[in-house]
C-alpha cells in the first residue's frame, strides 16, 4: 500500500481562490474590504519572515494588510495601547500578533487584549473556551487546527465515529484541534510525554495528528494500516548534501509512513500552507460580520 498524498500546497491554492472570489463579491456588495493587522515587536528573522508572508497572502487575495512594527524594548503598556488603537480601528477586521513576544511582556495580557471580534488567530480567552465546551461555536478557531480538519475534509476522510489521536497538547495546535475532532464525533485520545506505550496507543488510530515537535519520531510501524496522518511538525535536520545544510522533516517519517497509511501529509507542503488560507478565512469571515455586509 502506498498512502494517498494530501497535497496541502494544492487544497490551499484552491481555498485562497474561494477566498479572492468571495472578497471581491464582498466588495462589490457591501463596499467591505476585508482588513488584516499584523503587530510585530522586535525583529527576530523567522518572525519577519511569517510576517511578510502574511501580508503577500493578504494581497494576492484582496485583503487589506496593516503592518505595526514595533520595538523589541517597548513596554507591555505601549503595546497595549497600540492593540486598542486597532481594535477601534473599523478598516481592521483582524489582528494578529506575531508570537513569540519579548520576554518582559505577557503573552496571555496582550492576547486577551484583542477584541473577540477581531481575534482570527482564534487564541482569545472567550474563543478558546467556547471551542471547549459542548454545543458552543467559538466566533474563531485557531488556524492551524482548522487546516488541519479542512484537510480532512476535504480528502473525504470521514471523522465521526473514528478513532482519532493526537500526539501532543499544545494550547496552539494539539487541544484545538482534539476539540474540533470531538465536535465533528470522533473517538478522541491524546498523547503526550507520560502516555504508557505510546506506539501501541498511536497504532490505535485510524486518524492521527502529529504534534510534537520531535523530527520523524513517529515511526512507520506506529501507524495502523489505512489510518490518515495529519503531520503538524516542521523541523530542521543537519543535512550536508542539502544546499542550505539542512532539510526539514516532519514528527512523522514520511517514507516509512508511506508504506502504509492510508493517506497522509508531506512535509514540507501540507498543513504549512493551510495556516495561512485559514488566517486569510477568519479576517474575511469577520469582515463578513459588519453590519450591512450581508
Not at 7 to 16: L, M, Q, S, V, W
Not at 186 to 210: F, G, K, N, Q
Request: proline content about 5%; charged content about 20%.
Amino acid at each position: 500500500m502506498t498512502a494517498q498524498l494530501i497535497d496541502g500546497t494544492a487544497i490551499a491554492a484552491t481555498i485562497r481562490a474561494e477566498i479572492q472570489a468571495e472578497v471581491e463579491a464582498l466588495r462589490e456588495a457591501a463596499g467591505i474590504v476585508p482588513g488584516l493587522a499584523t503587530v510585530l515587536v522586535g525583529q527576530r528573522k523567522d518572525s519577519q519572515t511569517y510576517v511578510r508572508m502574511k501580508k503577500r497572502a493578504c494581497e494576492e487575495v484582496g485583503i487589506a494588510s496593516f503592518g505595526v512594527e514595533l520595538s523589541a524594548e517597548i513596554s507591555e503598556a505601549d503595546l497595549l495601547v497600540e492593540i486598542e488603537a486597532l481594535n477601534e480601528n473599523p478598516d481592521v477586521h483582524g489582528i494578529l500578533v506575531q508570537l513569540p513576544l519579548p520576554a518582559h511582556i505577557d503573552e496571555e495580557q496582550i492576547l486577551g487584549s484583542i477584541s473577540v471580534h477581531k481575534d482570527v488567530d482564534g487564541f482569545h480567552p472567550v474563543n478558546i473556551g467556547r471551542l471547549a465546551m459542548k454545543g458552543r461555536a467559538p466566533g474563531f478557531v485557531p488556524c492551524t487546527p482548522r487546516g488541519c480538519i479542512e484537510l480532512l475534509e476535504r480528502s473525504g476522510i470521514e471523522i465521526a465515529g473514528r478513532h482519532a489521536v493526537v500526539l501532543g497538547r499544545s494550547n496552539i495546535v494539539g487541544l484545538p484541534v482534539a476539540m474540533l475532532l470531538l465536535h465533528r464525533n470522533a473517538t478522541l485520545t491524546v498523547c503526550h510525554s507520560r502516555t504508557a506505550d505510546l506506539p501501541a496507543v498511536v497504532r490505535s488510530a485510524d486518524i492521527l495528528v502529529a504534534a510534537v515537535g520531535q523530527p520523524e519520531m513517529v515511526r512507520g510501524d506506529w501507524i495502523k494500516p489505512g489510518a490518515a496522518v495529519i503531520d503538524v511538525g516542521i523541523n530542521a535536520v543537519d543535512d550536508a548534501s542539502a544546499e542550505r545544510g539542512y532539510r526539514l522533516v516532519g514528527d512523522v517519517h514520511f517514507e516509512e509512513a508511506q508504506a502504509g497509511a492510508g493517506a497522509l501529509t508531506p512535509v514540507p507542503g501540507g498543513v504549512g500552507p493551510m495556516t495561512i488560507a485559514m488566517l486569510l478565512r477568519n479576517t474575511l469571515d469577520s469582515a463578513r460580520r459588519v453590519p450591512g455586509s450581508a
